[in-house]
């Protein structure tokens, strides 16, 4: 199963922007699903987007659609979340996730290795 780190976490105004990113080693990147989680305070965690390592096509719930674009750097075996707009409600730890490597997707039950996670904070 890959290792994963995130970094890029911080505290930012309601409306601004942070980008997180996660660095995987252990295992095949370019042909592992990546995705990130996010657990807020009190919550369960809950899936937030993904990309498969095959296909063009990325994943997002509906409250960030819009505002959060997930990419990836195969050279770099690492994966970014790109957060725009921020609200308070986006306050959470966002976590990296892999899938099981060469998987095609299917949702993110796919998804078996979580990074540590960082901390995102947004104030008023």
């Known amino acids: 199963q890959a290792q994963l780190v995130e970094s890029g976490g911080g505290l930012v105004q309601a409306g601004g922007s942070l980008r997180v990113s996660c660095a995987a080693s252990?295992?095949?990147?370019?042909?592992?699903?990546m995705g990130w989680f996010r657990q807020a305070p009190g919550k369960e965690r809950e899936f937030v987007t993904a990309?498969?390592?095959?296909?063009?096509?990325?994943y997002y719930i509906d409250s960030v659609k819009g505002r959060f674009t997930i990419s990836r750097d195969n050279a770099k075996n690492t994966v970014y979340l790109q957060m725009n707009s921020l609200k308070l409600e986006d306050t959470a730890v966002y976590y990296c996730?892999?899938?099981?490597?060469?998987?095609?997707?299917?949702?993110?039950?796919?998804?078996?290795?979580w990074g540590q996670g960082t901390q995102v904070t947004v104030s008023s």
């Open positions: 252990g295992g095949t990147f370019s042909r592992t699903d």
């Open positions: 996730a892999a899938a099981r490597e060469g998987y095609w997707y299917t949702g993110p039950d796919d998804f078996v290795s």
């Open positions: 990309i498969p390592w095959a296909g063009v096509r990325k």
